[in-house]
Each structure stands twice: as C-alpha cells, then as structure tokens.
C-alpha cells in the first residue's frame, strides 16, 4: 500500500486524524483545549465519549485495507465467560442469569499479529494519542499495554456473531471502529451499572434475559473512536447482519507501565497458538 500520503507528521495520529473538527494536536490552548474540556466533562458525566468520523476518510480506508489483509490469518476464538469474566457474586442464586456463561465467536488478530510498520500499529504507538486518551480520563499516568499479545488486537464479528455481554476487566477501553456491519452490530451498554461496591442487579438481569429497554447505544459509523468504562458498564455488541463483517480496533492501556498478563489468561484468550509460541519459548 502507498503509505506516503501518512507521512507528513513524525506522529502518526497527526496524518490519520480529522483535525479540523477534533484538534488534539495542541490540548493546552485555542480549539484543542475547548476539545478536550468537552471531552472529559462527556467522560466524567456519561462514562464514555464518542468521537465520530475521527478518523480521515482516505486514512480509513487504508486502515481498513490494512485490517482486512490480516484478518484471512487470524484464528476464530471462541469466547465463553460470565458476565464478570471470572468469579460470580456467591449470594446470586443458582439459576441467575449472571451465574450463565456466554458465548460468542470472533476472528482475532493479537498483537504479534499486527506488524510494527501497519498504519494501524503506528496509530497505537502515538504518544500524542496516548496522551489524549489518558487527558480524557483524567489519569495521572497512563500507558500503553505492555503485553505482547493484548496490547492492540482488531476483531472481526463475522455476520451471524455477536458480542457477549461483558465488564471488562480494564477500566477503560478504547475501540476504533474501521469497519460497520451493514446492519445489527451495535455497540450497547447499561450505563453504570455496577460500582466498585454495588450493581443494579435488576437492570442486568433484565438485559441478560433479553430486555433490551434500558440499554443505550451510540450511533458509530466506521471510523468512530470511542473512549467508554467498560469495567462499570455491561455492554456488548448485537448480531452483525448483512454480508460483511464488523471490524473493530481495541487499544489497551494501563495505570501501571510495563502492564503483561499471565500465560495462562493469554492462551485462555488467543487459543493454540499463544499455548505453542509459549510452550516453544520455554523449552528453548
Ligand atoms: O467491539 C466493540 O465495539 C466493543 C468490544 C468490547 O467490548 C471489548 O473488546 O471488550
Ligand atoms: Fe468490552
């Protein structure tokens, strides 16, 4: 691919990004530290922030590209997991729905799968990116996910799947959608629905029996990046209908540098082939 239109800033985020409408270029005076003010108080208030058509059309297209010349070698993960991703409330009753286990089937790519010269991993390398998203949520510091695997994945949801409901065991997650089902494939959520304390037991059990009335969704063509507490929100994504797949970008970041997860949460998640490349390093 002719990459050398993307090549005018040293920052990747600068050649992929509709700066007139989202200035994040220069935070700290003029238009982008009007952006930012907006997208933190969106953040504080609802828990997430939705940026649409963030990124160029022409640079979509080559992401896009790009994601779609992987995705034929990635493997189809089949995900099956609580709603917490791990241990259930003891006291909820044998039969709860929050006791269930779901499941749903994506194409993966991890992040050894994504070569270190792809737009896409150029995006995620940006600090001035990085440093956008740790202002919007306000951290004190914040870092890219160290983890060879987790760092940066895209997902395809091929026509038919789905997207379990979830918290996910980061605070927040950061998704670049690079390509929209032609229907279906909604990204919803209950917003806040449980606290580091507390759940609206009875706004989840509705969902996760089928009521979708108190979900909310965001309308996110291609190209939307968005910002949202997934560890506080139960969300997930609707059946992808028509005859593509919905491609999305996931971005890690983490508190804590040099963030990695155990072996055995990362061949829980990517499958045979994290179990050999491991089981190879370990007897070399
Ligand atoms: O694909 C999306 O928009 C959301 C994915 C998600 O919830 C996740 O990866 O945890
Ligand atoms: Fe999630």
């Known amino acids: 691919m002719d990459q050398a239109i993307f090549k005018t800033h040293s920052d990747m985020v600068l050649n992929l990004v509709e700066l007139e409408r989202y200035p994040i270029a220069d935070l700290d005076q003029g238009p982008g530290a009007a952006f930012l003010a907006e997208c933190q108080a969106q953040m504080e208030e609802h828990g997430w ?3 649409d058509g963030f990124i160029r059309e022409d640079a979509l297209e080559a992401l896009a590209a790009e994601s779609n010349a992987l995705l034929p070698n990635a493997p189809v993960l089949t995900i099956k997991r609580t709603i917490y991703q791990g241990a259930v409330d003891p006291d909820a009753p044998s039969n709860d ?34 440093e956008f998203v740790r202002r919007v949520q306000q951290k004190p510091q914040l870092y890219r996910c160290a983890d060879e ?15 379990a409901w979830h918290y996910d065991t980061t605070e927040c997650t950061v998704t670049l959608l690079l390509q929209a089902a032609e229907e279906g ?17 009875n706004a989840v059990t509705r969902l996760l029996t089928g009521d979708m009335s108190a979900a909310q969704t965001f309308s996110r063509g291609a190209g939307t990046f968005t910002l ?11 059946k992808v209908q028509g005859a593509r797949p ?18 055995d949460v990362n061949i829980r998640i990517y499958g045979e082939r994290v179990e050999k490349i491991l089981a190879e390093r370990a007897s070399a």
């Open 49 to 51: 922030c939705n940026l």
């Open 97 to 130: 729905p929050r006791r269930q286990e779901y499941m749903h089937k994506a194409v993966q790519l991890a992040d050894d799968q994504i070569p270190k010269e792809t737009l896409l991993q150029q995006l995620y390398q940006s600090n001035l990116l990085t």
């Open 149 to 163: 695997f987790q760092a940066l994945n895209v997902v395809a949801l091929q026509p038919g799947s789905w997207h």
């Open 185 to 201: 494939g909604e990204f919803a959520f209950l917003p806040n629905s449980r606290t580091d304390v507390s759940e609206d037991k």
């Open 228 to 238: 949202f507490r997934g560890g506080y929100s139960l969300h997930g994504v609707t």
């Open 246 to 263: 919905r491609v999305t970008a996931i971005l890690t970041y983490d508190e804590q540098p040099g963030r990695v997860l155990s072996d």
